[in-house]
């Protein structure tokens, strides 16, 4: 990592900054970093280390060249001594999760020393569920691009040295005919072993990641994570789930049915897409207890959430505990309806391999809002990954107690 890295890091995560300001106070911080060493000050930065500045006394020493005595004047020597924090930092292992979804699979690698900390999350855009309604199997097309994707994983999980993975199947693993071949290729050519989640399971990990890590919350409370294939629900209140289940519903399957085209969209197929919405929101309509809030996680309410950010650069720390209210939510669809998918990657927020499938991700929240007269959806930029993360961390607790 050098200088340029870190403006850029600060830049994405402060868009409202100019580079040229946050180049100034780098540059600011590294000259009074400077001057204090030079001044012999002890410089301390709490769970990072200390720098400290030693007078080194003049010596003399032999010059192996030309065999003559010489003395070496007095210097100063900085020297860094790592904190205890970042010592026990980077001595933790890293673990891994992987949620393979029908749209996306996506990567989080991180550590649990002594709170919840990720290191690197990416996405990848695979389309595995692409004609998968149709046919019942995995295309040998979105075959190769998920293993293609698994193979850079692999790359990622060998540098950050990580010691355990989780990776999950969801819904396209349950329901595609040749998914064992997937599994199979995974395990063999790359070494990565794939879970295939029951509903059950998906819905526990996803409630797990969103309780665990989102700050404001109101019990009970409705977790949903509108997927590629699927559309999960979770009704819990704290630890204690009421209900769950899973709609055969998600963007991708709803955008192969009712908007086969890639083009603007007619009035006809939008409102056929949400006649199919409603048809099978029956068991979200018939929940035993009204939820006090609704919570929406994965890669659809994120890119909601910065699309009514308008951001440049997605950013999970602006997105995370956003609450993208329905009527702002009913304003993009309005807009996104009158737009082609190319014309929607002009818009400032949009994830580029989700313009097709971001319409009818929208129409399946605003579903949901109005079957529970919902006034806004409170975004998670935690669910599932940081749920089958927790569980490898709790594991290894458990085996260590027990031992």
């Known amino acids: ?43 301390e930065i709490r769970g990072f280390g200390r720098f400290l500045v030693r007078e080194q006394k ?44 029908t749209q996306t699979f996506r990567l989080l690698i991180g550590k649990n020393n002594p709170t919840f900390r990720p290191i690197l999350r990416k996405r990848f855009n695979v389309r595995l569920g692409d004609g998968l309604s149709k046919t019942g199997e995995i295309s040998n097309e979105a075959m190769k691009r998920g293993l293609l994707a698994l193979k850079e994983i692999k790359g990622l999980l060998t540098q950050a040295e990580t010691e355990d993975v989780f990776a999950a199947g969801t819904e396209a693993f349950r329901r595609a005919k040749n998914a064992a071949q997937f599994i199979e290729k995974a395990k063999t050519e790359l070494g990565i072993e794939i879970k295939v989640l029951s509903p059950e399971e998906e ?27 699927s559309t999960e629900y979770v009704l819990c209140n704290d630890s204690e789930v009421h209900a769950w289940g899973s709609l055969s519903l998600g963007a991708v399957t709803l955008k192969e049915k009712c908007f086969p085209v890639d083009e603007i969209p007619t009035l006809k197929e939008i409102e056929t897409a949400k006649e199919v919405i409603d048809q ?13 809030e609704a919570i929406a996680t994965g890669g659809t309410a994120s890119c909601l ?28 669809i309005d807009k996104l309806s009158k737009l082609s998918p190319q014309e929607r990657l002009r818009l400032k927020g949009m994830e580029e391999g989700r313009e097709d499938i971001i319409l009818p991700g929208a129409l399946i929240f605003l579903g949901i809002a109005e079957a529970l007269g919902l006034e806004y959806f409170r975004v998670s930029e935690t669910g599932i990954l940081e749920g089958l993360l927790l569980h490898l961390y709790e594991k290894d607790s458990n085996i260590s107690e027990n031992n």
């Open 305 to 332: 959430a910065a699309l009514d950010l308008r951001l440049e650069y997605y950013l999970p720390e602006k997105t995370h505990g956003h609450k993208l209210k329905v009527a702002k939510l009913r304003q993009l």
């Open 1 to 43: 990592m050098n200088k340029n890295d870190l403006v850029t890091k600060l830049w994405r995560k402060f868009p409202d900054f100019r580079r040229k300001d946050l180049e100034i106070v780098l540059d600011l911080l590294f000259e009074r970093l400077k001057t204090a060493l030079k001044q012999g000050e002890r410089i």
């Open 58 to 101: 003049a010596r003399r020493f032999k010059n192996p060249k030309t065999g003559k005595e010489q003395i070496l004047p007095p210097r100063k020597r900085i020297i860094f001594k790592p904190g205890k924090d970042l010592k026990e930092r980077l001595n933790t292992p890293a673990k891994a999760s992987l949620d393979l979804g």
């Open 280 to 292: 099978s929101l029956s068991p979200i309509k018939n929940l035993e207890y009204a939820p006090k």
């Open 203 to 229: 819905a526990f990990f996803t409630a797990k990641g969103v309780l665990c890590l989102l700050q404001k919350k109101a019990f009970p409370c409705l977790i949903i994570d509108v997927g590629g294939g």
